[in-house]
């Protein structure tokens, strides 16, 4: 059987062109290569042509698209054949909604609040303005409602096979509330003059029976349903009637459509109405991405039945949930969860189930308390591992060369400040201006708070939101705990001091709801007080994620390696002692996590970012390339009076992006890959132009400036110079590259593997990051002898990676125990090279294993011309004796803690003492 804790997982990103049945052909490779577990992305039903499974329409149901029973069966025994157990990526906050293929949705649709499934969705029904009933705005048109309406692209339509109406918009149904029938069939019989045909008139006497606006009920319209689909020659008449009465291209019919669509559970809108409108919590700004009230237990329920079977089946053996942050009260749902595991589980299981979330922690912030959660995906354990591999003394000269080049002068306190505000009043308006109204209306439920108006209380409101450091506070129904008391009192102190206004007492008042304090006050409404500081706590993670990881992560490029989720642009970089410090802190409280380099919503490939890394050694001829390539392609850039196309700053980013990527010669996919590239990052930016406001001009001045530049025709000069600067950073990346590998291996926690990093991993974000992978070629590499000097001086090929990865992954298998529960002591490192190791020991009882990995190979390398061929440092251990090379043929046995000709090859010794 596969650990309960993993030893080491690989991701595997499901489509319907990489199926069940190609993951069960990888069981035998991920079984040599050294795996314990699948790391699955979500495979549970999809929308039909998902590339990325997170918007699921039926959590009960397999992806049929991904093979469905059958092919997950073969896959399930193929994993047990070889030892490997499986995570699901499953998805609690939310489904996709829109199109016609979510049952429960479209019933929400059909009727409204009576719907049973009204209750899973987070929709504030009475907020859809100028409606006498309650409704849930639908922003689903790709133009104004009156144009589309006029346009005849709004149609009524019937389904003979059901007995029902909808309207439709291209692909996507909007169910017609069955109590509205009777008109339809009316105006239909009477336009398709049938009234005296004998189909006519049994379709008007059915009509007939449900004169009353509350019928038929929802137990009564399946029977309604079937009683108009039998009625002989009924299909034919409303047809026609339709056709006639309710037509886009006439007037009166318009007219007619629009008073019945009025009459619904649902206003439909252009789809920009959503940033200012919208009525139900959705997955960021994601519209076809609907929140989930999975507190509700029987919600809980209904979303977990199919996962409780495949734990109770053994054919699931961990969960990682993502998006945590979105739920109201992450901590009751991992009690649930926890209670389901137990229960699906045989009673003499000894271990808890393996759960991991999806929680970007900042620097410092510790993992809150979910109860049954064995840590993270591993975010923050890629930017320690970058920060330790990064120059401290380059981070500087690297921001000053940035700033003197595109000109900018914003810290990143205003930047961010800057990109939130953008948020606020764009994207994420609609769920802001709930939040205010809903503090306004606590405010005015007593006498000593009404003076605070809705604008004073948007203000304060609005400023806590730019203050707020972190994605998320975990207040509960019971209160704020000590920590995220703490944090709030932080926020109010800041915010105290930017407020302007006559009335700073209003942040006592907003203390106290946020807090939940208020709601032990009898004269406020506790429910309201509750829901408000809970939906506060669900809006601050997507505001802190589209401000700064889809914003400013485009916008400040002094190194964009720093720029991956949960890091920042302006981090530190980590002394020895800080990064031996966070390894035994975690050692203590966060072993279960996952150590990732790359993972789907990596911002570049785990090389790419190790080859930008770089730059941190070599800031000084970074500075004078990066001006001779802006003087060498000056004649590419259009210019317009003070403007110019592209920006400076968007110039900057692809240099640096170049770098990261550098295939050595470009060929016309990977223009097209960079050209993709350019265009999400500017948009993201949405500085010259953006997702929603879309410069197509300056796009294409964009990407004609990176075809330009990657043609020796029009760049010629800088194409030469720029390759050569790039072979240094790709000999310092590859470097960087495997000692990356060996801290994620080596370390506490679980190493995960993103699929296809074996290799040399230099993509973008996604979609590129998701491109098919050759595991041919990696199966074939694995054959392989591990010969490190010829993988050395074969190392572009990137097997050398492949082979270090598993020879770890053995070690790590050898030793499973000391790797699980084991010490961590840092080593002290003595010669001319010793701040370039970073060296450790694991030991569990008996086993002591002593870790040696190099960083900082500019000196070792003499800038990047060559790879290292002798470093000056030796290990100095309490316990003398002799060792046994683990990463060598037959584990050769070593006298001396020298580390000069352990090295060379590999920068990674890993020694066994006897």
């Known amino acids: 059987m596969p650990p309960t804790i993993p030893r080491a997982t690989y991701r595997l990103q499901f489509t319907k062109d990489f199926t069940f049945d190609d993951a069960a052909a990888l069981a035998p490779y991920l079984k040599q290569l050294g795996i314990s577990h699948l790391y699955a992305s979500p495979f549970l039903k999809a929308r039909p042509g998902s590339t990325h499974g997170y918007d699921i329409i039926d959590h009960g149901q397999l992806n049929p698209e991904l093979g469905g029973e059958e092919a997950f069966a073969r896959l399930s025994d193929a994993l047990k054949k070889h030892d490997l157990g499986l995570i699901l990526d499953f998805v609690p906050n939310h489904m996709g909604v829109g199109h016609a293929d979510n049952a ?165 809108a252009y789809w920009r109405v959503a940033f200012a409108a919208v009525n139900y919590r959705r997955f960021f700004d994601i519209n076809e991405l609907a929140g989930l009230r999975v507190e509700q237990s029987i919600v809980f329920r209904s979303i977990h039945e199919r996962v409780e079977r495949l734990i109770r089946d053994d054919q699931l053996q961990g969960l990682r949930l993502d998006h945590i942050d979105g739920l109201r009260d992450p901590a009751q749902y991992t009690r649930r969860l926890q209670q389901l595991t137990r229960k699906a589980r045989p009673k003499n299981s000894r271990e808890p189930f393996y759960v991991i979330v999806e929680k970007i922690l900042a620097e410092g912030e510790p993992l809150p308390a979910l109860p049954g959660v064995a840590g993270t995906t591993g975010y923050e354990w890629l930017n320690v591992i970058s920060h330790v591999l990064a120059d401290g003394a380059g981070l500087a000269p690297l921001e000053a060369t940035w700033r003197a080049f595109t000109g900018e002068q914003a810290s990143p306190a205003d930047m961010l400040d800057g990109a939130k505000r953008r948020v606020i009043d764009t994207m994420l308006a609609s769920e802001f201006t709930v939040l205010s109204r809903a503090l306004a209306r606590i405010a005015a439920g007593h006498f000593s708070t009404r003076d605070y108006t809705l604008n004073r209380l948007r203000e304060a409101l609005l400023l806590y939101a730019l203050e707020f450091p972190l994605y998320r506070t975990y207040v509960t129904a019971a209160g704020a705990s000590a920590t995220d008391r703490i944090t709030i009192d932080l926020v109010i102190g800041r915010v105290r001091k930017r407020w302007a206004g006559p009335d700073p007492d209003i942040f006592d008042f907003l203390r106290k709801a946020v807090t939940l304090d208020l709601a032990r006050d009898p004269s406020y409404s506790a429910p309201r007080v509750r829901n408000f500081a809970l939906k506060l706590q669900q809006f601050t993670g997507p505001l802190m994620a589209k401000a700064m990881e889809d914003t400013v992560f485009y916008r400040d490029h002094r190194l964009l390696a720093f720029n991956e989720v949960g890091g920042h642009p302006d981090a530190h970089a980590l002394t020895i002692g800080d990064f031996h410090a966070l390894q035994r802190r975690r050692l203590d409280k966060e072993s279960g996590s996952l150590t990732a380099t790359a993972t789907h919503d990596t911002k570049r490939g785990e090389d790419a970012r190790a080859r930008i890394l770089a730059l941190t050694e070599m800031a000084g001829d970074w500075d004078a390339a990066v001006r001779k390539w802006g003087e060498q392609n000056a004649a590419l850039i259009e210019r317009r009076g003070k403007s110019r196309r592209p920006s400076a700053a968007h110039e900057y980013m692809i240099y640096q992006a170049l770098i990261g990527a550098w295939p050595g010669t470009p060929d016309a996919e990977f223009i097209e890959r960079m050209k993709a590239y350019v265009i999400k990052a500017a948009r993201e930016g949405k500085q010259q132009t953006s997702w929603t406001t879309p410069d197509e001009d300056y796009e294409r001045l964009l990407t004609e400036f990176v075809g330009a530049v990657l ?109 699980r529960e084991g010490d961590y002591q840092p080593v002290r490192v003595s010669g001319a090279h010793a701040r370039h190791i970073i060296a450790f020991t694991r030991s569990f009882r008996r086993q002591r294993i002593v870790i040696a990995v190099g960083r900082h190979f500019g000196p070792l390398t003499d800038g990047g011309w060559r790879w290292p061929e002798r470093i000056e440092a030796s290990l100095e251990v309490e316990q003398s004796g002799r060792y046994r090379n683990l990463l060598s043929p037959a584990d050769a046995a070593i006298d001396q803690l020298d580390l000069s000709a352990m090295l060379t090859d590999i920068p990674v010794a890993v020694l066994l003492a006897e």
């Not at 002989?232 to 009637?241: L, P, S, Y």
């Not at 000692?739 to 679980?750: D, E, I, M, R, Y």
């Not at 098919?772 to 050398?800: C, M, N, S, Y």
């Open 104 to 268: 429960w949705w479209l019933d929400v649709l059909e009727w409204g609040k009576d719907s049973p499934y009204a209750q899973a969705f987070d929709i504030d029904w009475d907020a859809v303005p100028f409606r006498h009933n309650p409704g849930v705005l639908l922003p689903i048109l790709g133009k104004p409602y009156g144009e589309a309406l006029q346009s005849g692209e709004i149609e009524l339509k019937y389904d003979a096979g059901t007995g029902s109406f909808a309207a439709w918009y291209y692909a996507n149904k909007l169910p017609i509330n069955p109590q509205r029938y009777n008109e339809i069939i009316r105006t239909a019989v009477i336009a398709a003059d049938a009234a005296q045909d004998a189909g006519g008139k049994e379709l008007l006497a059915l009509a007939d029976r449900s004169r009353d606006l509350k019928t038929p009920s929802y137990r009564e319209a399946p029977a309604f349903k079937e009683a108009l689909r039998s009625i002989a020659g009924g299909a034919t008449i409303i047809e026609r009637g339709l056709d006639a009465a309710y037509r886009g291209d006439d007037e009166a019919g318009r007219a007619q459509l629009h008073r019945l669509l009025e009459r619904q559970n649902y206003r439909i």
């Open 711 to 819: 043609d020796p025709a029009s760049a010629g000069d800088f194409l030469q110079s720029f390759a050569g600067f790039a072979e240094r950073t790709s000999v310092l990346g590859a470097l960087n590259g495997l000692s990356q590998v060996a801290l994620k291996a080596l370390t506490p926690g679980v190493p995960d593997f993103y699929q296809g990093t074996e290799f040399w991993d230099l993509s973008l974000v996604d979609p590129d990051n998701r491109r098919p992978v050759d595991f041919q070629k990696r199966r074939d590499a694995l054959l392989h002898h591990a010969d490190w000097a010829a993988l050395a001086r074969d190392w572009r090929t990137g097997e050398i990676k492949l082979a270090l990865t598993k020879a770890l992954l053995d070690v790590r298998s050898r030793f499973a125990d000391l790797f």
